[in-house]
Each structure stands twice: as C-alpha cells, then as structure tokens.
C-alpha cells in the first residue's frame, strides 16, 4: 500500500492538493443542492440518519477512496448556511470568499505559534497585524482568540493578574453569558449584577453598586448585546469607572466591527476608556471561525501570560533574538488564524469594509421598515447594530416558539430567539451583506403563513 499524499512540502502543494479541491467543491455544490435551503429538513433525527448513512463504519479496516465526497456532500447538505438570505438567527457570519482561501493556505502549511521555528512569517504578521487592529480601537497590542468567550476570560484574567484574585466582577444583566462564566472559571467572587431594564446597563444602578461595594472591582460593558445589538452608554461608564477606581472591560464581539465604518464608528465612543477590549472579527468582518482578538491598553498587563518551556522559549534562544510566542495565549498548539485576516483587511481596505457594515446595518433598517409597515407584527424597536426583534402580533410566547420551530424543522428560515421584556421574539441577525430587500419580504411571509390565525 503506498503511503497517502501531504498537503504541501518540498514539490509545493498543487500536485497534491489541486484534484481534491476540485473533489470538494463539487461535493459542495452538490450537497448544497440537496439540502435546498437554509437549513436541512426534517429536524434533528433525519439530519443525524442521514449522516449515519453517509459515514457508515467510521474506522473501516479498509479505507474508502470516497470518502473526501461522501462526508463533505453529507456535511453540506446538513449544514446551516449562512449565506442564505434566510438563515439569519445568530451572530454567524457567511465568510468571505478571499478569507476561506488564505484558511486554506494555513491549513495545507499548518504553521504552529508556540516557537518561532514553527511559524516564521505566521508570527512577524500575527505580531503587525495584531497590532494594528489594536490601534484601531486605541489600544496598544491585541491577541489572537478563539472568540468573545475565550477574549472576555481572558481580560478577567489579566484583571486578577493586576488586581489580585478577590477583584470582583460588574456587569449588566445584558452581559454576555461568557463574563460570569469566566469569572467562576478563574475562581473570583461571585459578580454583582447590574440592572438594564432598557436592555443596556443603567449608569444610576452602576453608580449605585460601584458605591457600595469595595474593590478591586472590573466593570463589564458591553458594545453590541447578543440579544438585541444594544451598545451600552459607554462614555458614561468610562466615566463612573475611572470615578469609582475601577477597571474596565468592553465586550465589542459583536459592535466592535462599527470601528471600519466611519458612519457608524461614534456609536463606539467611549471604547478608548477601556483597559481591556474584545474584538470578534467572525461576526462583523466576516471571516470563517475562528478570528477573535482580546485588545489591551497597557501592554505590560501580557506578562502575565508569560510561559517558560525549554524546548519552546529557551533563554538562549531568545537572548539570541528568536521571539518568544508563549506569552501571546494560553494555548500552546495555535493556528495562524491571522492570515484570514490580514488577507481580508489588505484585499478590502478600509472602505470596502465599511461597505460591508454600512450594508447589514441599513438591511436591518429595512427589514425593521418591513415589520413596522405589516400590520400582523410587532417590532420591538429601530435596531443598533444588525438586529431586528419581532413577532407576530398578539401571538402567545408558545406560538412563537412553535412558529420558530416549524420553519427549523422544515428548512424554510433560520431565526433565533430573544427575551428581552419577559416576552418571547424571533429574532433576525442580519449579517449577509447579498441579502436583498426582496428576501426580507420572503422572510416576513413565510412566518406569517406558519402563524396561525
């Protein structure tokens, strides 16, 4: 048996990997037609049948030359796609074409960011390009994160590493599960809650609780709520922050993407107060998963992380200037998901990005000018970010769920869920910038037609 080909070495990567591209993206399309919607029909049970018959043996003792086509037509036909106009229920971007492309150049390479005799270039460009980024929220230096959840745990650790491991946790009602999770995680007490009855942290109730309890403390802000894409009055809380002595997070997963956009960017005032600041570039900036990035104000707060192994970081190595990585995550093992990114931001430029938000930004405008014209739904309110919550109207929360569930389970439109005043609403994220007006109405009349009367 002669040994399976490599995705890249001495010869260069196109001999090997050029026929199984080609494997893939036929099985894509193919899959994608099969599926024939935003999401595959029949519910949990026939998508997990249909896999089953797709992979069969999952270790046979021979192997199947298949194999790369059966698996990718069975994940493409059971996958939630993104790019179609109506599967719109979370933060889960379509990527674009120019970011998959350099994933696969990373994966075919797959460099390792733990030495620097892993990832040469990987390393100079994450060390430019993180940068950068960070100067566009007026940081001083970012890392490289698997997302919200591991960038928000992240800043609570740097937070402990300053203040101590009794610094306590304040943050709005509207915070995003990860913080209070983070804080068990790492062993703090327990957080202070604070109300946002509007749906963002009210500075009063903060004034109030930063008052009240002593320090160290570190409030959470958040610039872009999962729920409704509410930014916090963040100049307000800078402000009651630096009064009160305390450090300050701004989770802008999700808001963070309004710094390209030069019409949206005020929204994001306030943001340069922070000490630590999370970036998700998987939602708006369109990148495959994973693209998150922790941003830091005072860069010696990193040396926190600060790792010593021999065989990684050896101090002679590193008197003799090869660059230490161990202190850029707590990962050891990390891809260079930065050169999606780098890609992206040098191929769009500024403007082209900004296009980008500008264009979800306004469809959620459009699609709330839908719902507030219809006279069969309610809108909760104008949207911030790229949010639309509705329902149908005087429709009871079970029916709303159930109307949600129906069109999951038949394939037709993708919705999330939100409970922002007690009452159940579909929720529509909307991040495909192709997605047209004409799609929006398509959207409201297939909820509409499964609401009953």
């Given amino acids: 048996m002669s040994l399976p080909p490599l995705a890249s070495g001495p010869e260069g990567p196109a001999g090997n990997l050029r026929p199984l591209l080609d494997t ?24 997990a049948a249909r896999v089953r018959d797709a992979v069969g043996d999952v270790l046979p003792d021979e192997g199947d030359p298949h194999a790369l086509s059966t698996l990718v037509h069975a994940l493409a036909e059971g996958a939630a796609d993104p790019a179609h106009p109506l599967c719109a229920a979370h933060l889960h971007c379509p990527p ?22 892993q990832a040469p270039a990987a390393s100079a460009l994450e060390a430019l390009v993180t940068r950068a980024l960070a100067q566009e929220a007026a940081m001083a230096d970012a890392l490289v994160t698997t997302g919200g959840t591991e960038s928000n745990q992240l800043a609570l650790l740097l937070a402990r590493e300053r203040h101590g491991a009794g610094v306590r946790l304040v943050h709005g009602a509207n915070a995003h599960h990860s913080l209070p999770r983070a804080a068990w995680l790492l062993g703090l007490p327990d957080p202070v809650v604070v109300p946002a009855p509007a749906g963002t942290l009210d500075p009063a109730a903060l004034d109030e609780a930063l008052t009240s309890i002593p320090g160290p403390l570190v409030v959470a802000a958040t610039a872009g709520t999962t729920d ?26 999700y808001g963070g993407g309004l710094l390209f956009s030069d019409r949206h960017r005020p929204r994001l005032t306030g943001l340069d107060a922070a000490h630590t600041v999370t970036l998700d570039l998987h939602k708006l900036g369109w990148q495959p998963a994973a693209a998150g990035l922790l941003a830091v104000r005072d860069p010696t707060d990193l040396t926190a992380l600060h790792q010593r192994a021999d065989y ?53 405008h459009t699609f709330a000018d839908l719902v507030q014209e219809h006279p069969a739904f309610h809108l909760y309110d104008r949207p911030t970010l790229s949010t639309v919550l509705f329902r149908p109207a005087d429709a009871p929360d079970d029916t709303v769920a159930a109307v949600r569930r129906r069109l999951l389970t038949d394939g037709r439109a993708v919705l999330g869920r ?28 297939l909820v509409e037609g499964n609401t009953p009367a």
């Fill in 418 to 445: 939100a409970r922002p005043d007690g009452r159940l609403w579909l929720k529509a994220t909307l991040l495909n910038p192709h997605t047209h007006p004409d799609d929006l109405a398509a959207l409201l009349k």
């Fill in 312 to 364: 990684l970081n050896a101090d002679d190595d590193t008197d003799a200037g090869l660059p230490d990585l161990l202190g850029r995550s707590p990962r050891t093992t990390r891809r260079p998901d930065i050169l999606k990114i780098a890609v992206t931001l040098r191929t769009l430029g500024r403007n082209g990005l900004a296009t980008l938000v500008d264009q979800v930004c306004s469809l959620a």
């Fill in 96 to 117: 674009l074409a120019v970011a998959t492309a350099a994933d696969l150049a990373v994966s075919a390479l797959n460099p390792s960011l733990d030495s620097w005799d």
């Fill in 228 to 253: 409704a894409g509410l930014i916090d009055p963040l100049p307000d809380i800078a402000a009651l922050a630096a009064a009160h002595g305390a450090r300050l997070h701004i989770d802008a997963a």
């Fill in 24 to 47: 893939v993206l036929d099985a894509l399309r193919t899959g994608t037609h099969a599926r024939g919607g935003p999401l595959p029909a029949g519910g949990p049970a026939a998508v």
